[in-house]
Nanobody, 124 residues
Framework: QVQLVESGGGLVQAGGSLRLSCAAS????????MGWFRQAPGKEREFVARISVSGRNTYYADSVKGRFTISRDNAKNTVYVQMSSLKPEDTAVYYC?????????????????WGRGTQVTVSS
């Protein structure tokens, strides 16, 4: 059974940093590109970042570009997002997800497995 488990969320002051992890099991991790999404109360789930199977290609939402860095360790079946210069508007539940899509996609519809999410709260 495929499982994705996010961790690393918490409360942080504006301007601070957090590193989220997503540990995958039950799949051949290196066959999937990985994405991070987030959802704030009252808002739709939005794309945050994507990383290719090899880890060589990354793509970011404009809202986080330059502040967030996605990475992966295929030996550990884990994808990460390092979040810096955090803003209150970054407050959301963050989800990781897998996709076998051959193209870079910002759409949640392209992702087939999802974690339960981890809460990130940024105080002003």
């Amino acid at each position: 059974q495929v499982q994705l488990v996010e961790s690393g969320g918490g409360l942080v002051q504006a301007g601070g940093s957090l590193r989220l992890s997503c540990a995958a099991s039950g799949l051949t991790f290196s066959n999937y590109a990985m994405g991070w999404f987030r959802q704030a109360p009252g808002k739709e789930r939005e794309f945050v970042a994507r990383i290719s199977v090899s880890g060589r290609n990354t793509y970011y939402a404009d809202s986080v570009k330059g502040r967030f860095t996605i990475s992966r360790d295929n030996a550990k079946n884990t994808v990460y997002v390092q979040m810096s210069s955090l803003k209150p508007e970054d407050t959301a539940v963050y989800y990781c997800a897998t996709t076998n899509s051959a193209y870079t996609s910002m759409s949640a519809n392209a992702y087939n497995y999802w974690g339960r999410g981890t809460q990130v709260t940024v105080s002003s």
